[in-house]
């Protein structure tokens, strides 16, 4: 009913940046919430990011100041602009969303994740 793909990620050298995109797609009436998490290796998949219906935003404290959560809600597509990357930024992001879709609300849904590599 509802799938997201993400894309942007890469290789980047410390200090550069990227914008990861996260498109969903099906039968979607209304967004009522997007986020990006990552998952480093090792280490649990943790939150980076959220942006609800209302426009408001979160942010885990390890990227407050260094990274931005934003939508196009007439593309149905949230960004995450990274800059300053940090060689710990390192992981696979994955795009969550909660969504109101035709007959049922979907509360969790996720991408495949994108690759961000940031060499020191």
């Known amino acids: 009913q509802v799938q997201l793909v993400e894309s942007g990620g890469g290789l980047v050298q410390a200090g550069g940046s990227l914008r990861l995109s996260c498109a969903a797609s099906?039968?979607?009436?209304?967004?009522?919430?997007m986020g990006w998490y990552r998952q480093a290796p090792g280490k649990q998949r943790e939150l980076v990011a959220t942006?609800?219906?209302?426009?408001?935003?979160n942010y885990a404290d390890s990227v407050k100041g260094r990274f931005t959560i934003s939508r196009d809600s007439a593309k149905n597509t949230v960004y995450l602009q990274m800059n300053s990357l940090k060689p710990e930024d390192t992981g696979v992001y994955y795009c969550?969303?909660?969504?109101?879709?035709?007959?049922?609300?979907?509360?969790?849904?996720w991408g495949q994740g994108t690759l961000v590599t940031v060499s020191s």
């Open positions: 942006i609800i219906s209302s426009g408001s935003t």
């Open positions: 099906g039968t979607i009436i209304s967004i009522n919430s």
């Open positions: 969550n969303g909660d969504f109101k879709a035709i007959f049922v609300r979907l509360r969790e849904v």
